[in-house]
């Protein structure tokens, strides 16, 4: 519950004041990377998001949505077609 709290706080444009709660507690949570990432994509932040997305891989994201929300800002930005 708080974790989905802080992050709609996050979504908001208030991500400075949590986010070294979120790191502190769930460092290797590929969940948290990638709910970071959609936060940073809908504030338009596509570097940002796509630096949340590669750790979410990088911390062996088990359902793949790292992978797919790269997938999907590289076509956004025509970087694949």
Same mark, same amino acid.
């Given at each position: 519950?708080?974790? %989905?709290?802080?992050?709609?706080q996050? +979504? ?6 949590? %986010?070294f ?17 959609? +936060? ?9 998001? %796509? ?8 911390? =062996?994201? =088990? ?11 590289? =076509? ?6």
């Amino acid at each position: 519950m708080l974790f %989905t709290i802080i992050l709609e706080q996050l +979504c908001q444009g208030k991500q400075f004041m949590y %986010t070294f709660f979120l790191f502190k507690y769930r460092p290797k949570d590929s969940r948290m990377w990638n709910a970071m990432g959609n +936060c940073y994509d809908k504030m338009d932040k596509k570097h940002e998001a %796509t630096k949340c997305y590669e750790r979410a891989e990088n911390c =062996k994201d =088990k359902e793949g949505n790292g992978y797919q929300f790269l997938k999907v800002i590289f =076509k956004e930005l025509h970087y694949i077609n």
